[in-house]
């Protein structure tokens, strides 16, 4: 578990206080995929630094387990951080070494000199990150996936309990970024690995998070499961990263359904509720008539879930969302 | 060798030159040596106590630059005579290479330690803050990433002042310290013997070429990005 109490930051430069993250509350708990996502300057690199304290707290506590991490003198600090993992944006191997060295960097780090452990261990996250060919390679030889591979092995090595991802995909192609996150996915659900993870791109929250946080200019705006957020933002900023996930659903939200006849209605469903024929049978059964006017079909994880606007007329359109919401889709009502 | 008595009529003795070449060597090789074994840890010292730095010692890094920048803001000739007292107390000599040595490492030192922190503000600071994510002391910072990532940048740097330390030995020879400089100087300026000035020149510019090609092998080998 991590657990932010009350916890704020400010930088001083030239002699003013600016403030970087305003008080907040925050817990992570273990085993998760928790996501921080927000805009470049909403405080995010500064948020994810406080909790291996690369960045010192002005104000509050920081638990990392039973630990108060604010309060360790240096080598216990040094002690924590080799149980916390990390991998960068822009990787930062060691360009001297090679991949079997970056790799085994923080056991030697940490007082580890047999090599034939070394040796066993790097072959063990090598072969796990699918990088055993590349071993005696330079990092400048890797292409930018290869190399976030080579960082999240060593991020790895010390058997770390939580996994910190600063941005880890944002300097990656698409398909590169898929993979990685594939790979993070993986990480977490066979190591049992809490993972917190920065980023600007809500489609990664979607695809690997558990919860999500919402960072506004050092401000926490919204926080909770990723669907619910994801489904029904509240804040402004939270519906800004939702639309650039769903492109068509930005582009109805705005279209003049002024020329529609009937009530326009959004309906979401999720999990189970996404794969029966709920909609069918509720129209035929209350007779009422709709026209879909758009609509996505997609995963939250591993968590499937729809969402339709649609715009419905007839008779039995109150009891038509009545069963509707007896059958688990919820159902906001869009005003014109 | 008739040859070469016609074209050097003034040199008689060229187990001299062979002599003042091993001469250069010697106090190139012992200074240097010392120059390294002094200037590297001020130079880390400088680096890590700058603004922004690991450990930023604003006051400590103050005094450190300024001592630096007066060693090497005077003239190497007029350094040696400054500092021929504290030349006869660390080697009981102001002559010879022995009394050499010392005026070469002090004038050479502060300019490597200059040359150290500037390949090691090369580091990329994302290597320096992973490290410190991965619980590594600053000690073991600078041991395994600083001195590792920076090596290409050090080793340029080791090929200069090894460069301006020949330089200084040349010149080191208007005071009795003995190599090629001080041949050049006696025969070749005092005397108007200007076949040795010829010759040692010569010698002086085939050693700072090997140098410098030597330093550039080294340099690319371990500059891997």
Same mark, same amino acid.
């Not at chain 1, 206080?17 to 995010?44: C, H, N, R, T, Y």
């Not at chain 1, 796990?128 to 999240?152: C, E, F, M, N, W």
């Not at chain 1, 794969?275 to 968590?303: C, H």
């Not at chain 2, 604003?58 to 003239?75: D, F």
């Given at each position: 578990?991590?657990?932010?109490?009350?916890?704020?930051?400010?930088?001083?430069?030239?002699?003013?206080?600016?403030?970087?993250?305003?008080?907040?509350?925050?817990?992570?708990?273990?085993?998760?995929?928790?996501?921080?996502?927000?805009?470049?300057?909403?405080?995010?690199?500064?948020?994810?630094?406080?909790?291996?304290?690369?960045?010192?707290?002005?104000?509050?506590?920081?638990?990392?387990?039973?630990? =108060? #991490?604010?309060?360790?003198?240096?080598?216990?600090? $040094?002690?924590?951080?080799?149980?916390? &993992? *990390? @991998?960068?944006? /822009?990787?930062?191997?060691?360009?001297?070494?090679?991949?079997?060295?970056?790799?085994?960097?923080?056991?030697?780090?940490?007082?580890?000199?047999?090599?034939?452990?070394?040796?066993?261990?790097?072959?063990?996250?090598?072969?796990?990150?699918?990088?055993?060919?590349?071993?005696?390679?330079?990092?400048?030889?890797?292409?930018?996936?290869?190399?976030?591979?080579?960082?999240?092995?060593?991020?790895?090595?010390?058997?770390?309990?939580?996994?910190?991802?600063?941005?880890?995909?944002?300097?990656?192609?698409?398909?590169?970024?898929?993979?990685?996150?594939?790979?993070?996915?993986?990480?977490?659900?066979?190591?049992?690995?809490?993972?917190?993870?920065?980023?600007? =791109? #809500?489609?990664?929250?979607?695809?690997?998070?558990? $919860?999500?946080?919402?960072?506004?200019? &050092? *401000? @926490?705006?919204? /926080?909770?499961?990723?669907?619910?957020?994801?489904?029904?933002?509240?804040?402004?900023?939270?519906?800004?990263?939702?639309?650039?996930?769903?492109?068509?659903?930005?582009?109805?939200?705005?279209?003049?359904?002024?020329?529609?006849?009937?009530?326009?209605?959004?309906?979401?469903?999720?999990?189970?509720?996404?794969?029966?024929?709920?909609?069918?049978?509720?129209?035929?059964?209350?007779?009422?008539?709709?026209?879909?006017?758009?609509?996505?079909?997609?995963?939250?994880?591993?968590?499937?879930?729809?969402?339709?606007?649609?715009?419905?007329?007839?008779?039995?359109?109150?009891?038509?969302?009545?069963?509707?919401?007896?059958?688990?889709?919820?159902?906001?009502?869009?005003?014109? | 060798?008739?040859?070469?008595?016609?074209?050097?009529?003034?040199?008689?003795?060229?187990?001299?030159?062979?002599?003042?070449?091993?001469?250069?060597?010697?106090?190139?090789?012992?200074?240097?040596?010392?120059?390294?074994?002094?200037?590297?840890?001020?130079?880390?010292?400088?680096?890590?106590?700058?603004?922004?730095?690991?450990?930023?010692?604003?006051?400590?890094?103050?005094?450190?630059?300024?001592?630096?920048?007066?060693?090497?803001?005077?003239?190497?000739?007029?350094?040696?005579?400054?500092?021929?007292?504290?030349?006869?107390?660390?080697?009981?000599?102001?002559?010879?290479?022995?009394?050499?040595?010392?005026?070469?490492?002090?004038?050479?030192?502060?300019?490597?330690?200059?040359?150290?922190?500037?390949?090691?503000?090369?580091?990329?600071?994302?290597?320096?803050?992973?490290?410190?994510?991965?619980?590594?002391?600053?000690?073991?910072?600078?041991?395994?990433?600083?001195?590792?990532?920076?090596?290409?940048?050090?080793?340029?740097?080791?090929?200069?002042?090894?460069?301006?330390?020949?330089?200084?030995?040349?010149?080191?020879?208007?005071?009795?310290?003995?190599?090629?400089?001080?041949?050049?100087?006696?025969?070749?300026?005092?005397?108007?013997?200007?076949?040795?000035?010829?010759?040692?020149?010569?010698?002086?510019?085939?050693?700072?070429?090997?140098?410098?090609?030597?330093?550039?092998?080294?340099?690319?080998?371990?500059?891997?990005?």
């Amino acid at each position: 578990m991590i657990r932010f109490v009350d916890v704020h930051k400010s930088y001083r430069v030239d002699g003013r206080d600016i403030p970087a993250l305003q008080p907040f509350s925050l817990d992570i708990a273990d085993g998760e995929v928790f996501g921080i996502i927000g805009l470049s300057g909403a405080g995010k690199s500064t948020l994810i630094r406080l909790i291996n304290l690369l960045e010192r707290p002005s104000g509050g506590v920081i638990f990392v387990g039973d630990t =108060e #991490m604010t309060t360790l003198a240096e080598p216990a600090l $040094r002690a924590q951080r080799r149980r916390i &993992g *990390m @991998i960068f944006q /822009h990787f930062n191997l060691l360009a001297s070494q090679t991949v079997a060295d970056n790799v085994a960097f923080p056991m030697r780090l940490a007082g580890e000199r047999n090599a034939a452990v070394l040796r066993t261990r790097v072959n063990e996250l090598l072969a796990r990150v699918g990088l055993t060919v590349h071993a005696d390679k330079y990092p400048s030889q890797l292409s930018g996936g290869q190399k976030q591979r080579v960082g999240i092995a060593r991020a790895l090595a010390n058997r770390p309990s939580i996994l910190l991802c600063d941005e880890a995909t944002s300097a990656l192609d698409p398909q590169t970024t898929a993979s990685v996150l594939e790979l993070l996915a993986e990480i977490n659900r066979e190591l049992k690995l809490t993972i917190v993870l920065i980023t600007h =791109e #809500m489609d990664v929250v979607r695809r690997v998070c558990d $919860r999500v946080a919402v960072l506004d200019a &050092g *401000m @926490i705006v919204e /926080h909770g499961a990723v669907a619910d957020v994801f489904l029904h933002p509240q804040h402004a900023t939270t519906r800004r990263f939702v639309n650039e996930a769903l492109p068509e659903e930005a582009a109805s939200e705005l279209a003049p359904f002024a020329q529609v006849p009937g009530r326009i209605l959004r309906l979401s469903f999720r999990g189970d509720t996404t794969l029966t024929p709920a909609l069918g049978r509720v129209a035929r059964e209350t007779g009422i008539d709709f026209n879909i006017l758009a609509g996505r079909i997609d995963r939250i994880k591993d968590l499937p879930y729809g969402q339709l606007t649609l715009a419905m007329q007839g008779a039995g359109v109150d009891a038509a969302l009545a069963a509707l919401r007896e059958a688990g889709i919820e159902i906001e009502e869009l005003s014109r | 060798m008739n040859m070469l008595q016609t074209l050097f009529p003034n040199i008689d003795d060229w187990g001299e030159i062979g002599r003042a070449c091993i001469d250069t060597l010697l106090m190139l090789g012992g200074s240097l040596a010392l120059t390294i074994l002094i200037g590297l840890p001020l130079g880390v010292l400088l680096y890590l106590t700058g603004k922004g730095q690991l450990r930023p010692m604003p006051k400590l890094y103050a005094i450190t630059s300024l001592l630096v920048n007066i060693l090497r803001s005077v003239p190497f000739i007029i350094l040696m005579i400054v500092l021929m007292p504290v030349t006869y107390f660390l080697v009981g000599t102001k002559l010879g290479i022995r009394g050499a040595i010392p005026p070469l490492v002090i004038g050479a030192a502060p300019f490597f330690a200059r040359l150290v922190e500037t390949a090691l503000r090369e580091v990329q600071q994302g290597v320096i803050e992973a490290s410190q994510a991965m619980g590594a002391s600053l000690w073991q910072i600078v041991r395994h990433v600083l001195l590792p990532e920076a090596r290409g940048g050090l080793f340029a740097g080791v090929t200069v002042t090894a460069i301006a330390l020949v330089g200084y030995t040349a010149m080191g020879g208007a005071i009795g310290s003995g190599g090629l400089g001080d041949l050049a100087y006696r025969y070749g300026y005092l005397s108007y013997k200007s076949d040795y000035m010829l010759v040692t020149v010569a010698l002086l510019v085939v050693l700072v070429q090997l140098l410098q090609m030597l330093g550039d092998r080294i340099v690319t080998r371990y500059k891997r990005r």
